[in-house]
């Protein structure tokens, strides 16, 4: 196998950096990926991407060179290294490109076999082959821009004086009262215990706990959020968030939800709903901010071939204040509307993504944060307002994607906090410790829940969470 003369990752160029050069080089190394072959009389052209950026960079290569013998096995898809001269390309649309003195194969790429063919792929059929899929222009620039959306979100909250905190995945509590939730186990398959309540026996049950014999002794599951445990870490150290995997065992194959995704829960101490509004509205504003400040050719490429309303709709969400209002008033602008809503809205009914995007999209044409939910649709741990019909709840709508943001002003009071767990019929011995956190030295304190492959929707107008996060876990789908 031909192999270059020199070290080769001493002097090693990424594909970004070759092509932001301010001058001439002559001798560079670039890795990468080729892109297309194309071959001409007395010289080939590459191009090659080594996923550092959205474009590629040309590579020529003439005819009697060491790597011009190099290239029989080199077909679209192959992984190369490329030294030579970095000059002043002749083409258009491209300033630099790479005249090769020498050139190694990695990996050849079967032409035969290789299915990222220089031709436009479907997203279903991409997600059959997402192991390959961060290869192509959209997701290549997909995922470079959920990497800069994490690192904005990190860097947002050290700024503000937050502290990263790591909540557990294995919880024996549910944060959401919502059920749907991954039982683990230890416990052979036909000795792992229905329900606590069930009735059902196994050999590995006792009638007082049939979890005995499991690892933890009590039912187990995966988190739904790390919500509770933030809270307890909050009213320590004052201001904290968790950037972590949640699961949920919902059986829904729609185009917005995943068994397995991403959160981002800051919770505050001595904060009111308005705080956490506040919070909400300037961190989804900061981070949106920053990512088309530092990715503006990754995003431009979903304002041209997925959403040609991207931009306008991203700048008028930094540029304007979002609207907000209570609850009551949003069910009002709905039933007022004339829309013929698949699910009607009235008084004491959560709001549906058709709601919640009638409200962003074309009442207020902006985000708008709705508050004051009626209690009976929301969780138990959040505050009652005075009217005891409402709680100091909040969610953040935003156009195209409805609910972005959830959260609330948490319930304080010891003795109103046991009367809702009461009232929903949840086991008060689950929550000893988080009711511990009232009855010594409790304070005013308030979070929310941020989907991260939501805030990545809005970022690049793809319509489907399957296509913001790398390996998606949704019904029946577990490859990769």
């Known amino acids: 196998m031909p192999r270059l003369s020199e070290p080769l990752f001493a002097g090693r160029t990424a594909v970004k950096d070759a092509l ?114 961060p290869r192509t222009n959209k997701f290549g620039a997909m995922f470079r821009i959920r990497s800069e959306t994490a690192f904005a979100v990190h860097e947002y909250f050290r700024e503000k004086g937050f502290f990263h905190v790591h909540t557990p995945i294995l919880t024996g509590s549910d944060a959401e009262g919502a059920g749907e939730m991954f039982r683990v186990t230890t416990l052979p398959l036909g000795g792992a215990p229905v329900a606590p309540s069930s009735g059902a026996s196994g050999a590995s049950q006792t009638a007082e706990n049939p979890f005995e014999e499991d690892f933890f002794g009590r039912e187990c599951n995966l988190t739904v959020s790390g919500q509770l445990e933030a809270e307890n870490m909050a009213l320590a150290l004052g201001k904290v968030y968790t950037f972590g995997p949640t699961f949920r065992a919902e059986n829904s194959n729609t185009p917005r939800h995943c068994a397995e995704f991403w959160m981002i829960e800051p919770e505050m101490a001595f904060a009111d ?7 909400a509205e300037d961190l989804t504003r900061t981070v949106v901010s920053r990512v088309l400040e530092r990715c503006p050719q990754d995003v431009d490429l979903f304002n041209r071939f997925v959403d040609t309303g991207l931009l306008n709709r991203l ?20 039933q007022k509307s004339g829309r013929n809503f698949e699910f009607p809205a009235f008084f004491g009914t959560d709001l549906q993504t058709e709601h919640e995007r009638y409200l962003a999209e074309e009442h207020f044409g ?59 019929g949840h086991d008060m011995s689950l929550y000893w410790w988080y009711l511990d956190l009232r009855r010594f030295g409790s304070a005013p304190h308030a979070g929310f829940g941020l989907g991260f492959e939501r805030l990545l929707m809005l970022l690049t107008g793809v319509t489907n969470i399957r296509d913001v996060i790398p390996f998606p876990r949704t019904p029946k789908n577990l490859e990769f």
């Not at 700048?315 to 709905?334: C, H, M």
């Not at 004051?372 to 994607?401: C, H, Q, S, W």
């Open 315 to 334: 700048d008028t969400l930094i540029k304007e204040p979002f609207a907000r209002i209570p609850y009551a008033e949003a069910v009002e602008i709905l």
């Open 273 to 279: 709903l308005r705080a956490n509004m506040d919070l």
């Open 20 to 133: 932001a050069a301010t001058g001439p080089c002559n001798s560079i190394t670039v890795c990468g990926w080729v892109r297309t072959r194309r071959d001409a009389k007395g010289l080939s052209f590459l191009e090659l991407n080594d996923g550092s950026c959205l474009a590629n960079i040309q590579v020529i290569i003439d005819e009697g060179t060491p790597a011009h013998s190099a290239l029989e096995l080199v077909n679209t898809g192959a992984a190369v290294a490329v030294r030579g001269a970095l000059v002043e390309s002749p083409g258009k649309g491209q300033k630099w490109e790479v005249r090769a003195a020498e050139l190694l194969l990695y990996g050849a790429a079967d032409p035969e076999s290789f299915p990222l063919q220089k031709k436009r792929h479907s997203d279903e059929f991409l997600r059959s082959i997402a192991h390959l899929r």
């Open 366 to 424: 902006k985000p708008v944060i709705v508050y004051d939910y009626p209690k009976g649709i929301k969780a138990f741990y959040m505050r009652l307002n005075d009217d005891e019909k409402t709680v100091a709840a909040m969610d953040v709508l935003v156009p195209r994607i409805g609910e972005l943001v959830g959260g609330s002003q948490r319930e304080e009071r010891l003795a109103m906090l046991e009367a809702r767990v009461r009232e929903l």
